[in-house]
Protein backbone atom coordinates (compact mmCIF):
# COMPACT_ATOMS: atom_id res chain seq x y z
CA UNK A 1 0.00 0.00 0.00
CA UNK A 2 1.41 3.74 -1.04
CA UNK A 3 0.75 6.77 0.90
CA UNK A 4 -1.78 8.10 -1.41
CA UNK A 5 -3.86 4.61 -0.67
CA UNK A 6 -3.83 5.49 3.07
CA UNK A 7 -7.24 6.59 4.67
CA UNK A 8 -7.77 9.60 6.00
CA UNK A 9 -11.08 11.34 7.61
CA UNK A 10 -12.85 13.94 5.26
CA UNK A 11 -15.41 14.80 7.71
CA UNK A 12 -17.78 13.62 10.41
CA UNK A 13 -21.66 12.62 9.88
CA UNK A 14 -23.74 13.47 12.46
CA UNK A 15 -25.88 10.43 12.19
CA UNK A 16 -26.51 7.47 9.92
CA UNK A 17 -28.53 9.14 7.12
CA UNK A 18 -26.43 11.99 6.29
CA UNK A 19 -23.52 9.38 6.05
CA UNK A 20 -24.98 7.34 3.87
CA UNK A 21 -26.02 10.62 1.96
CA UNK A 22 -22.42 11.88 1.94
CA UNK A 23 -21.16 8.25 0.98
CA UNK A 24 -23.64 7.96 -1.87
CA UNK A 25 -22.55 11.52 -3.59
CA UNK A 26 -18.76 10.31 -3.24
CA UNK A 27 -19.07 7.31 -4.46
CA UNK A 28 -21.32 8.42 -7.66
CA UNK A 29 -18.08 10.38 -8.18
CA UNK A 30 -15.85 7.46 -8.13
CA UNK A 31 -14.23 8.10 -4.57
CA UNK A 32 -14.29 5.39 -2.52
CA UNK A 33 -15.30 5.40 1.11
CA UNK A 34 -15.08 3.89 4.53
CA UNK A 35 -17.78 4.62 7.36
CA UNK A 36 -16.69 4.49 10.99
CA UNK A 37 -19.26 4.55 13.60
CA UNK A 38 -17.61 7.20 16.42
CA UNK A 39 -17.89 7.17 20.01
CA UNK A 40 -20.03 4.93 22.08
CA UNK A 41 -22.90 5.95 20.80
CA UNK A 42 -23.51 2.09 19.04
CA UNK A 43 -22.86 0.34 22.27
CA UNK A 44 -25.41 2.85 24.22
CA UNK A 45 -28.06 3.96 22.18
CA UNK A 46 -29.43 3.69 18.89
CA UNK A 47 -26.46 3.77 16.55
CA UNK A 48 -28.98 5.95 13.78
CA UNK A 49 -28.04 8.98 16.28
CA UNK A 50 -24.34 8.00 16.76
CA UNK A 51 -21.77 10.48 14.72
CA UNK A 52 -20.18 8.92 12.03
CA UNK A 53 -16.56 9.34 10.21
CA UNK A 54 -15.96 9.49 6.75
CA UNK A 55 -12.58 7.86 5.32
CA UNK A 56 -11.13 8.27 1.64
CA UNK A 57 -8.02 7.24 0.39
CA UNK A 58 -5.56 10.22 1.10
CA UNK A 59 -5.52 10.95 -2.91
CA UNK A 60 -8.91 11.53 -2.90
CA UNK A 61 -9.12 13.50 0.27
CA UNK A 62 -8.93 17.28 -1.19
CA UNK A 63 -11.23 16.31 -3.95
CA UNK A 64 -14.12 14.96 -1.40
CA UNK A 65 -13.71 17.65 0.71
CA UNK A 66 -14.92 19.96 -1.70
CA UNK A 67 -17.36 18.02 -2.81
CA UNK A 68 -19.06 17.74 0.90
CA UNK A 69 -18.18 21.60 0.83
CA UNK A 70 -20.98 21.97 -2.33
CA UNK A 71 -23.13 20.31 -0.91
CA UNK A 72 -23.47 22.73 2.07
CA UNK A 73 -23.72 25.63 -0.46
CA UNK A 74 -26.87 24.49 -2.49
Keep these: ?7 VPVAVAPNEIVAALWQG ?3 EEGIPVLVKVLG ?3 AYWS ?4 DRALFV ?3 DA ?4 EIL ?5 E
Design 62 to 65: ERAK
Design 40 to 42: LGY
Design 47 to 50: PFVA
Design 57 to 59: RRQ
Design 1 to 7: MTADDEL
Design 69 to 73: ASLSE
Design 25 to 27: VLE
